[in-house]
């Protein structure tokens, strides 16, 4: 049985509409290697940590985004590039945030894959100047950066 690569990718963000954190656990590699990070670096005052997170932390990150945003749906990607081992996308995003406006934002992902299919490192670019507005007004603070 083949691994489609690209459709576990996009999961993530199918999965992060609902808050089915555990199909995401299911996807991320169990690896000590396994990383993920925010980019640019100005998007890490808002919402990151430093160096990016490991697996449980990422996890539970993506667990606290009702604390940002009540309704969240990524849409289809509108660009996919695959290669060796690994998948990049870009995506936009529609919802509504915990105070009743609307959030937007655009991504990129980068994603690359161990030899079981799961994931191993992610990037994550995100609208920076954007987060960097919505995630101060909603009171959301990484704590990693209290």
């Known amino acids: 049985m083949s691994i489609n690569l690209r459709e576990r990718a996009i999961a993530i963000t199918q999965h992060l509409n609902t808050f089915n954190i555990e199909a995401i656990r299911g996807l991320l590699s169990d690896s000590?290697?396994?990383?993920?990070?925010f980019g640019p670096e100005?998007?890490?005052?808002?919402?990151?940590?430093?160096?990016g997170f490991n697996k449980e932390e990422v996890?539970?990150?993506?667990?606290?985004?009702?604390?940002?945003v009540k309704?969240?749906?990524?849409?289809?990607?509108d660009f996919?590039?695959?290669g060796d081992g690994c998948v990049a996308y870009h995506t936009r995003s529609d919802g509504?945030?915990?105070?009743?406006q609307p959030f937007r934002n655009?991504?990129?992902?980068f994603v690359k894959f161990d030899d079981d299919?799961?994931?191993?490192q992610v990037i994550e670019m995100v609208d920076s100047a954007y987060i960097s507005q919505v995630v101060p007004r909603v009171g959301y603070v990484s704590k990693y950066l209290e």
Not at 32 to 37: A, G, I, L, M, V
């Open 106 to 109: 655009e991504y990129s992902w």
């Open 71 to 77: 309704h969240f749906n990524f849409l289809e990607p």
């Open 96 to 100: 509504v945030s915990v105070d009743d």
């Open 32 to 37: 000590s290697d396994f990383h993920f990070r």
């Open 42 to 51: 100005s998007a890490l005052q808002a919402l990151g940590k430093p160096g």
């Open 80 to 82: 996919v590039v695959e």
């Open 117 to 120: 299919g799961r994931i191993l």
């Open 59 to 68: 996890l539970e990150f993506f667990g606290n985004h009702r604390k940002i």
